[in-house]
């Protein structure tokens, strides 16, 4: 079934590794050079030149047997017609000796009378004198146109059947009548002679002696050679047989060669056709037992040929095709790899990876990745800028808070001092009590401020980034599963081509649990938001507390400060009024700060409900094609987030 | 799986027979071709089948001779024909054959149609027998005109060889019985039909002339050249000698066929043997023996030897119709 006739050619386009040795598919192409001419033909034209030469085989045999045949009964006819011929005139001759004979005697018995008529022996005369003529016309004739030497078809057919001899006889018998009629001619005409000139009895005398033995003679000469005519016939008879017996053989050659011949024909045209077939199906056998290398050689123009090299190109193709999809399982199961370990590298902590964005499926989810990632940097990077300022600012308000109540410590032993030395106003310095428990309670408001804003920066935010980095790590867990179901499709693929939908359908799963985990994670970023808000609304209200309380000291303050021309007190009135406007200030750089992150806490639950719907419909799409455009990043997450 | 290895098992089978179909096809072509040239073979082998049987020829002495060597040659080739030759002459031989005695009739003469009317009786013609004058001791002459042949033979105008130019010496013309066919021939192709004169023979036989005129100082005879010994002298006619050469050419008459009758051409023996005797071994046999080959006769020759006697004939015809007669013979 493998049979080394399989040859295998080198494929331009795929694996070089499997180039085979090309001279041996040259030395079976110059081999079969011979057979060219006819595998050019296409099989119709085959078919008909067979035929055809069938039927010229056929015909010419037919034809050259008829030819034969009537050559040789023409030559029969002929023939048959000269012994006819001959015949009749010989018979005539022969007539005409017995004749000239008879008038010979008539004309003797005339001359005889005791008184002869002139005019009757003249008749005489002139009637075996014209019979001499008639006689003598018909021998010469005889002797120069018909005898078998004249005739060189008649010998031949006469040679078919061994009768050469003959020829030889005729002329001889031929001579023999001639010699004897002349003879006789000679002693006619001496006997006439005798006659004419009145020697009557001479006449008489040769007449016995020499004119009838040498009729006799001429008539026995003549008579034989009818007779051997006779046998001619028989003789053109047996070299008719002969011929026929010949013609019979020749027939029964000729069939059983032309018989060969059609064959031959038949084997040669089929042999093309078959022989190429049985090939062709030893090809197709072997690819169907697992050869993919098994290619037809490829011979003729014809439409064998158009199906072999069909079948090449078809096996190349599948071939191809294959070659293709294990690539992309391949490159499919590399990306894969390297997302999860980037995902792996973000959920130990590092932020400042960059996952390789592609075209496939895998490089999509890449991409998303990389944006929500993106995305959540620079909120965390923001976060922590305002954390910064916020604790660079609690700081300085500490320590400013800090140099106040120490300022305010001096000034006690001073307004002690004031009040002792300044009784009568009373009034003041219970103001003064007031002021001083007020400046106590907004200390203590504003140490409840900066544990607020510490609050903020520690706890809350490393718990929210904690709960989205669980998040996180479940969508790269999922996209991880994800990966290797790609990985495994991609080897089912190879494996067979029918479980495409079921993995297809799996992706979409997958893809779906995706889709619930980003909900997830928005839910998160949304808590993570609001707790932010609420703690910065609470800063705020303590900070405009804050303001409040400041504001209204510091009018209190200027009040009995103003009968008040102590110069300590007037130094408290100065730093106090400093200290709240400087706390003013910190209020509202405070409520500048966290307006600016409740605006980026804002706009990222915008985007990320954005997000989550703008990557509702490839999802669904995932389903029905798997190609690029489906799976091309939305839009919006192109689109950067500078807000 | 288990039905396709079974087709495919099937389709093996189908092949390897067709496979020794095709290998048989070859094989039943070459029988056939070697059948066939092996029938053509036979059928051209068919005609040597062994002959046999028992031949009886009787006849001319002249021919015996040469019938006797040919049936030896003959019975050579084919070993169980027997073939017995007898003498007895010319016309016995044709009274044999034409009363069923022999299978054959040698002849030196024409069987007279009105003497034997059967139709079946066949010539054939087996070769030329040259006769020649010859002479006894005394003569000197060595060639007589025709003419003067009849003048000796038959007119009686010379009667002593000196009339010829020879030496004073009487001609002594020894004449045949009229049995004898060499007399026959003799009369109608020197004699013109005369008849002759002289020392009649009692039995007709060419040795008893040969010796006769071998002893009769002066003597003239006639015999077949095939007796011709080196006792007589032979005589030219017209100064041409017995050759085979002038005979031929047609310049020397005095010459005679030998027929070989047969009543019929049925018998495939008889058949046989007469072609034998046209054979080339036969014909060279009978050079050897005097005789002349049929072959050596030469057709348009043959018409020129009637020149002499017709002329004669041809005076009383128009000269226009003898020109034709000559134009047609050459």
Same mark, same amino acid.
Request: hydrophobic fraction near 40%; aromatic fraction near 4%; proline fraction near 4%.
């Given at each position: 079934?493998?049979?080394?006739?399989?040859?295998?050619?080198?494929?331009?386009?795929?694996?070089?590794?499997?180039?085979?040795?090309?001279?041996?598919?040259?030395?079976?192409?110059?081999? $079969?050079?011979?057979?060219?001419?006819?595998?050019?033909?296409? =099989?119709?034209?085959?078919?008909?030149?067979?035929?055809?030469?069938?039927?010229?085989?056929?015909?010419?045999?037919?034809?050259?047997?008829?030819?034969?045949?009537?050559?040789?009964?023409?030559?029969?006819?002929?023939?048959?017609?000269?012994?006819?011929?001959?015949?009749?005139?010989?018979?005539?001759?022969?007539?005409?000796?017995?004749?000239?004979?008879?008038?010979?005697?008539?004309?003797?018995?005339?001359?005889?009378?005791?008184?002869?008529?002139?005019?009757?022996?003249?008749?005489?005369?002139?009637?075996?004198?014209?019979?001499?003529?008639?006689?003598?016309?018909?021998?010469?004739?005889?002797?120069?146109?018909?005898?078998?030497?004249?005739?060189?078809?008649?010998?031949?057919?006469?040679?078919?059947?061994?009768?050469?001899?003959?020829?030889?006889?005729?002329?001889?018998?031929?001579?023999?009548?001639?010699?004897?009629?002349?003879?006789?001619?000679?002693?006619?005409?001496?006997?006439?002679?005798?006659?004419?000139?009145?020697?009557?009895?001479?006449?008489?005398?040769?007449?016995?002696?020499?004119?009838?033995?040498?009729?006799?003679? %001429?008539?026995? %000469?003549?008579?034989?050679?009818?007779?051997?005519?006779?046998?001619?016939?028989?003789?053109?008879? +047996?070299?008719?047989?002969?011929?026929?017996?010949?013609?019979?053989?020749?027939?029964?050659?000729?069939?059983?060669?032309?018989?060969?011949?059609?064959?031959?024909?038949?084997?040669?045209?089929?042999?093309?056709?078959?022989?190429?077939?049985?090939?062709?199906?030893?090809?197709?056998?072997?690819?169907?037992?697992?050869?993919?290398? $098994?290619?037809?050689?490829?011979?003729?123009?014809?439409?064998?040929?158009?199906?072999?090299?069909?079948?090449?190109?078809?096996?190349? $193709?599948?071939?191809?095709?294959?070659?293709?999809?294990?690539?992309?399982?391949?490159?499919?199961?590399?990306?894969?790899?390297?997302?999860?370990?980037?995902?792996?590298?973000?959920?130990?902590?590092?932020?400042?990876?960059?996952?390789?964005?592609?075209?496939?499926?895998?490089?999509?989810?890449?991409?998303?990745?990389?944006?929500?990632?993106?995305?959540?940097?620079?909120?965390?990077?923001?976060?922590?800028? =305002?954390? @910064?300022?916020?604790?660079?600012?609690?700081?300085?308000?500490?320590?400013?808070? @800090?140099?106040?109540?120490?300022?305010?410590?001096?000034?006690?032993?001073?307004?002690?001092?004031?009040?002792?030395?300044?009784?009568?106003?009373?009034?003041?310095?219970?103001?003064?009590?007031?002021?001083?428990?007020?400046?106590?309670?907004?200390? %203590?408001?504003?140490?409840?401020?900066?544990?607020?804003?510490?609050?903020?920066?520690?706890?809350?935010?490393?718990?929210?980034?904690?709960?989205?980095?669980?998040?996180?790590?479940?969508?790269?867990?999922?996209?991880?599963?994800?990966?290797?179901?790609?990985?495994?499709?991609?080897?089912?693929?190879?494996?067979?081509?029918?479980?495409?939908?079921?993995?297809?359908?799996?992706?979409?799963? @997958?893809?779906?649990?995706?889709?619930?985990?980003?909900?997830?994670?928005?839910?998160?970023?949304?808590?993570?938001?609001?707790?932010?808000?609420?703690?910065?609304?609470?800063?705020?209200?303590?900070?405009?507390?804050?303001?409040?309380?400041?504001?209204?000291?510091?009018?209190?303050?200027?009040?009995?400060?103003?009968?008040?021309?102590?110069?300590?007190?007037?130094?408290?009135?100065?730093?106090?009024?400093?200290?709240?406007?400087?706390?003013?200030?910190?209020?509202?750089?405070?409520?500048?700060?966290?307006?600016?992150?409740?605006?980026?806490?804002?706009?990222?639950?915008?985007?990320?409900?954005?997000?989550?719907?703008?990557?509702?419909?490839?999802?669904?799409?995932?389903?029905?094609?798997?190609?690029?455009?489906?799976?091309?990043?939305?839009?919006?997450?192109?689109?950067?987030?500078?807000? | 799986?288990?039905?396709?290895?079974?087709?495919?098992?099937?389709?093996?089978?189908?092949?390897?027979?067709?496979?020794?179909?095709?290998?048989?096809?070859?094989?039943?072509?070459?029988?056939?071709?070697?059948?066939?040239?092996?029938?053509?073979?036979?059928?051209?082998?068919?005609?040597?089948?062994?002959?046999?049987?028992?031949?009886?020829?009787?006849?001319?002495?002249?021919?015996?001779?040469?019938?006797?060597?040919?049936?030896?040659?003959?019975?050579?080739?084919?070993?169980?024909?027997?073939?017995?030759?007898?003498?007895?002459?010319?016309?016995?031989?044709?009274?044999?054959?034409?009363?069923?005695?022999?299978?054959?009739?040698?002849? +030196?003469?024409?069987?007279?149609?009105?003497?034997?009317?059967?139709?079946?009786?066949?010539?054939?013609?087996?070769?030329?027998?040259?006769?020649?004058?010859?002479?006894?001791?005394?003569?000197?002459?060595?060639?007589?005109?025709?003419?003067?042949? =009849?003048?000796?033979?038959?007119?009686?105008?010379?009667?002593?060889?000196?009339?010829?130019?020879?030496?004073?010496?009487?001609?002594?013309?020894?004449?045949?019985?009229?049995?004898?066919?060499?007399?026959?021939?003799?009369?109608?192709?020197?004699?013109?039909?005369?008849?002759?004169?002289?020392?009649?023979?009692?039995? +007709?036989?060419?040795?008893?002339?040969?010796?006769?005129?071998?002893?009769?100082?002066?003597?003239?005879?006639?015999?077949?050249?095939?007796?011709?010994?080196?006792?007589?002298?032979?005589?030219? =006619?017209?100064?041409?000698?017995?050759?085979?050469?002038?005979?031929?050419?047609?310049?020397?008459?005095?010459?005679?066929?030998?027929?070989?009758?047969?009543?019929?051409?049925?018998?495939?023996?008889?058949?046989?043997?007469?072609?034998?005797?046209?054979?080339?071994?036969?014909?060279?046999?009978?050079?050897?023996?005097?005789?002349?080959?049929?072959?050596?006769?030469?057709?348009?020759?043959?018409?020129?030897?009637?020149?002499?006697?017709?002329?004669?004939?041809?005076?009383?015809?128009?000269?226009?119709?003898?020109?034709?007669?000559?134009?047609?013979?050459?």
């Amino acid at each position: 079934m493998r049979s080394p006739k399989l040859s295998t050619r080198p494929l331009a386009k795929t694996m070089s590794a499997q180039a085979q040795p090309v001279p041996a598919t040259l030395h079976i192409r110059s081999r $079969a050079r011979r057979g060219n001419l006819l595998l050019d033909l296409p =099989i119709g034209g085959r078919l008909t030149l067979g035929f055809l030469t069938a039927a010229l085989i056929a015909a010419l045999l037919v034809g050259t047997i008829g030819i034969l045949r009537a050559q040789s009964l023409s030559r029969q006819t002929s023939f048959y017609q000269n012994l006819l011929h001959t015949n009749t005139s010989l018979t005539t001759g022969a007539s005409f000796l017995q004749l000239m004979n008879t008038q010979t005697h008539l004309a003797l018995d005339h001359a005889a009378l005791p008184q002869p008529s002139q005019e009757t022996l003249t008749t005489d005369q002139n009637a075996v004198k014209g019979l001499t003529t008639r006689y003598d016309t018909i021998l010469t004739g005889y002797i120069a146109g018909d005898l078998l030497t004249k005739h060189v078809d008649e010998v031949a057919l006469l040679a078919e059947a061994d009768h050469t001899g003959q020829v030889t006889q005729q002329t001889t018998l031929a001579g023999s009548a001639l010699r004897t009629w002349q003879v006789y001619r000679g002693a006619q005409a001496q006997i006439l002679q005798d006659i004419a000139g009145g020697n009557l009895a001479v006449a008489q005398h040769l007449e016995q002696t020499q004119g009838e033995p040498t009729n006799a003679d %001429a008539l026995s %000469a003549l008579r034989a050679l009818i007779l051997f005519d006779q046998r001619l016939a028989a003789s053109v008879q +047996d070299a008719a047989s002969v011929e026929e017996q010949s013609q019979l053989y020749t027939t029964i050659i000729g069939s059983v060669l032309a018989f060969i011949a059609i064959v031959l024909v038949g084997w040669l045209i089929s042999g093309t056709l078959v022989k190429r077939l049985k090939q062709l199906r030893n090809v197709t056998r072997a690819v169907e037992h697992g050869q993919l290398d $098994a290619r037809v050689t490829v011979v003729g123009r014809d439409e064998i040929a158009d199906v072999s090299a069909s079948v090449n190109a078809m096996l190349e $193709a599948i071939l191809g095709l294959f070659q293709q999809t294990r690539r992309q399982r391949d490159a499919l199961t590399n990306a894969a790899e390297h997302l999860f370990s980037d995902m792996r590298v973000v959920s130990a902590g590092d932020l400042s990876i960059n996952a390789v964005v592609s075209n496939d499926p895998i490089g999509m989810l890449a991409n998303a990745f990389n944006f929500t990632v993106g995305r959540f940097r620079r909120f965390v990077l923001r976060t922590q800028i =305002i954390s @910064e300022q916020l604790d660079v600012i609690s700081r300085q308000e500490l320590e400013r808070s @800090e140099v106040f109540v120490r300022a305010l410590k001096n000034q006690r032993p001073a307004s002690r001092e004031a009040i002792s030395s300044i009784r009568d106003g009373r009034a003041s310095s219970g103001q003064l009590e007031t002021t001083e428990k007020e400046q106590a309670d907004l200390v %203590a408001q504003i140490q409840r401020a900066r544990e607020h804003l510490q609050h903020l920066t520690d706890e809350g935010i490393t718990q929210q980034v904690r709960s989205v980095f669980a998040v996180a790590e479940q969508i790269s867990h999922t996209l991880r599963r994800m990966s290797r179901a790609l990985a495994v499709e991609a080897e089912a693929y190879s494996r067979s081509r029918t479980t495409t939908l079921e993995t297809t359908r799996l992706h979409v799963q @997958e893809v779906r649990a995706l889709e619930t985990l980003l909900p997830r994670l928005a839910v998160e970023l949304q808590r993570l938001q609001q707790h932010s808000l609420q703690e910065c609304r609470e800063l705020d209200a303590e900070l405009s507390s804050i303001a409040t309380t400041t504001s209204a000291l510091k009018l209190r303050e200027a009040q009995p400060l103003e009968p008040l021309p102590n110069p300590s007190s007037q130094d408290i009135a100065r730093l106090g009024s400093e200290f709240s406007s400087e706390i003013a200030t910190m209020a509202g750089q405070l409520a500048v700060l966290v307006r600016e992150m409740r605006t980026g806490i804002v706009a990222f639950q915008v985007e990320t409900a954005n997000n989550t719907l703008a990557e509702k419909p490839p999802s669904s799409n995932m389903l029905s094609m798997e190609g690029e455009s489906a799976l091309r990043p939305p839009a919006i997450t192109t689109r950067p987030a500078n807000r | 799986m288990n039905s396709r290895a079974f087709a495919s098992e099937h389709h093996g089978t189908y092949q390897s027979s067709v496979r020794s179909k095709c290998s048989y096809l070859p094989i039943l072509f070459i029988v056939c071709v070697l059948i066939g040239m092996l029938s053509g073979c036979a059928g051209s082998t068919t005609s040597s089948v062994d002959l046999s049987g028992h031949l009886l020829v009787v006849g001319s002495t002249a021919l015996q001779p040469l019938a006797s060597a040919a049936a030896t040659l003959y019975q050579k080739q084919h070993p169980n024909v027997h073939i017995e030759v007898n003498g007895g002459g010319s016309l016995a031989g044709l009274q044999a054959v034409t009363s069923h005695k022999s299978d054959i009739g040698n002849s +030196d003469v024409y069987a007279d149609p009105a003497v034997y009317p059967d139709p079946n009786l066949t010539d054939h013609i087996v070769c030329v027998i040259p006769f020649t004058m010859i002479t006894g001791p005394g003569v000197t002459i060595t060639s007589l005109t025709r003419q003067q042949i =009849i003048d000796i033979f038959s007119t009686g105008k010379i009667r002593n060889w000196e009339q010829v130019g020879g030496k004073n010496l009487p001609i002594v013309p020894v004449v045949r019985p009229n049995s004898s066919v060499t007399r026959a021939t003799f009369r109608k192709y020197i004699l013109e039909g005369r008849d002759e004169n002289g020392v009649l023979l009692k039995t +007709d036989s060419s040795t008893t002339v040969r010796d006769t005129v071998a002893h009769t100082p002066g003597a003239i005879g006639y015999l077949a050249l095939s007796v011709l010994d080196a006792s007589v002298h032979a005589l030219a =006619i017209d100064g041409k000698q017995a050759t085979q050469e002038n005979i031929a050419a047609g310049n020397y008459t005095f010459w005679g066929y030998e027929h070989m009758y047969t009543l019929g051409d049925d018998n495939i023996l008889i058949s046989s043997f007469l072609n034998f005797m046209l054979t080339p071994p036969v014909q060279q046999l009978a050079q050897k023996l005097s005789y002349i080959p049929v072959d050596a006769m030469k057709l348009s020759q043959i018409g020129l030897t009637g020149r002499g006697t017709g002329s004669l004939a041809l005076t009383s015809f128009p000269v226009a119709e003898s020109e034709g007669i000559r134009r047609a013979f050459s």
